[in-house]
């Protein structure tokens, strides 16, 4: 049996398993729109070790350019959940239905190897799963481990915590909230280019009278955030707001996340309102900045974001 380590460090354990296609329904995906489906195939390439192919779009009306940059940084992050997704369901035979609880997202990437391109990008996103506990025969708990790959550079780094539970168990979790959600009442926007956008339908943020303390705007018919029935605020839409928090919170220079380390406390309900606050900016010697992102809800913690960004040349 051949084994092979990649330049990042990461044993692929055993020869590669022919790939094979995700499938055209997109449901291992969690997606409904195959415009937000960014994996094209899958392969085992050793014990608890996958390789996942993704292609990303060139043109998408979400994740768009941020401040220069080819790939917006919340794209990279939302193709390395896509591939957990896959690799849950495709690899350990998770059933459809079946919740992932997310509790911890760490991200780091090279900035640089994110510059505009032409046409589509394919990367490959090389995945180690760890931590395994199994229940009623399936995975309830992992960490997954992924890098990168462009143009055979890596170009990003990240892991994933969370646990996975049955519909029964899920619906015990959430009791009478385990509803679909309804449209919270609008509030106003931020302004669009304050937070690196140009649709205010885009805008996660509306002002208060508070400085650095924003209320999250939630909009249950924005078809890429909202996909199928949510019981509660994805955890896609709380990250993109901590991270526009960030850009408000660093009015003088473009906030364009190099790192972020984002734990969850518990789920953002509908119907109540959901704070933001960013706390006080931390330059590092290493050329970084880095801001703290909190967001709580009915006087309960619901996420903290640690987020990095490399500071402009001089």
Same mark, same amino acid.
């Given at each position: 049996? !051949?084994?092979?380590?990649?330049? *990042?460090?990461?044993?692929?354990?055993?020869?590669?398993?022919?790939?094979?296609?995700?499938? +055209?329904?997109? $449901?291992?995906?969690?997606? +409904?729109?195959? +415009?937000?489906?960014?994996?094209?195939?899958?392969?085992?390439?050793?014990?608890?070790?996958?390789?996942?192919?993704?292609?990303?779009?060139?043109?998408?009306?979400?994740?768009?350019?941020?401040?220069?940059?080819?790939?917006?940084?919340?794209?990279?992050?939302?193709?390395?959940?896509? $591939?957990?997704?896959?690799?849950?369901?495709?690899?350990?035979?998770?059933?459809?239905?079946?919740?992932?609880?997310?509790?911890?997202?760490?991200?780091?990437?090279?900035?640089?190897?994110?510059?505009?391109?032409?046409?589509?990008?394919?990367?490959?996103?090389?995945?180690?799963?760890?931590?395994?506990?199994?229940?009623?025969?399936?995975?309830?708990?992992?960490?997954?481990?992924?890098?990168?790959?462009?143009?055979?550079?890596?170009?990003?780094?990240?892991?994933?915590?969370?646990?996975?539970?049955?519909?029964? *168990?899920?619906?015990?979790?959430?009791?009478?909230?385990?509803?679909?959600?309804?449209?919270?009442?609008?509030?106003?926007?931020?302004?669009?280019?304050?937070?690196?956008?140009? !649709?205010?339908?885009?805008?996660?943020?509306?002002?208060?009278?508070?400085?650095?303390?924003?209320?999250?705007?939630?909009?249950?018919?924005?078809?890429?955030?909202?996909?199928?029935?949510?019981?509660?605020?994805?955890?896609?839409?709380?990250?993109?707001?901590?991270?526009?928090? +960030?850009?408000?919170?660093?009015?003088?220079?473009?906030?364009?996340?190099?790192?972020?380390?984002?734990?969850?406390?518990?789920?953002?309900?509908?119907?109540?309102?959901?704070?933001?606050? $960013?706390?006080?900016?931390?330059?590092?010697? $290493?050329? *970084?900045?880095?801001?703290?992102?909190?967001?709580?809800?009915?006087?309960?913690?619901?996420?903290?974001?640690?987020?990095?960004?490399?500071?402009?040349?001089?």
């Amino acid at each position: 049996m !051949n084994t092979t380590t990649t330049d *990042t460090g990461i044993d692929t354990g055993i020869d590669r398993a022919p790939s094979a296609p995700v499938p +055209a329904s997109l $449901a291992q995906l969690h997606r +409904a729109r195959e +415009a937000d489906a960014f994996p094209v195939s899958w392969a085992r390439t050793g014990d608890d070790h996958y390789a996942v192919v993704a292609r990303w779009p060139d043109t998408h009306p979400y994740f768009v350019p941020v401040h220069g940059h080819r790939f917006d940084p919340l794209l990279v992050t939302e193709t390395m959940r896509q $591939a957990t997704l896959l690799v849950l369901h495709a690899g350990y035979g998770v059933p459809l239905g079946h919740h992932f609880l997310l509790t911890e997202l760490q991200f780091s990437c090279q900035s640089d190897r994110l510059a505009i391109e032409d046409g589509p990008a394919e990367v490959e996103v090389q995945v180690v799963c760890s931590e395994l506990k199994w229940a009623q025969g399936h995975v309830s708990h992992l960490k997954v481990d992924m890098v990168v790959h462009r143009a055979g550079s890596a170009v990003a780094t990240g892991s994933i915590l969370g646990r996975i539970v049955g519909p029964e *168990t899920y619906r015990r979790i959430r009791g009478d909230r385990g509803v679909p959600g309804f449209e919270v009442p609008g509030t106003p926007p931020v302004t669009a280019g304050l937070v690196g956008r140009s !649709n205010p339908e885009d805008v996660l943020l509306s002002s208060t009278p508070q400085d650095r303390l924003w209320q999250l705007r939630v909009d249950t018919g924005h078809p890429v955030l909202f996909q199928g029935e949510k019981d509660h605020v994805p955890g896609m839409l709380l990250l993109e707001a901590a991270r526009q928090a +960030a850009e408000l919170a660093t009015p003088s220079q473009p906030f364009v996340p190099s790192s972020r380390r984002m734990t969850f406390q518990r789920y953002a309900e509908f119907g109540t309102p959901c704070w933001i606050e $960013a706390d006080a900016l931390a330059t590092s010697r $290493a050329g *970084t900045t880095g801001i703290t992102v909190t967001g709580s809800q009915d006087g309960s913690a619901v996420f903290r974001a640690e987020l990095s960004a490399d500071l402009p040349a001089c």
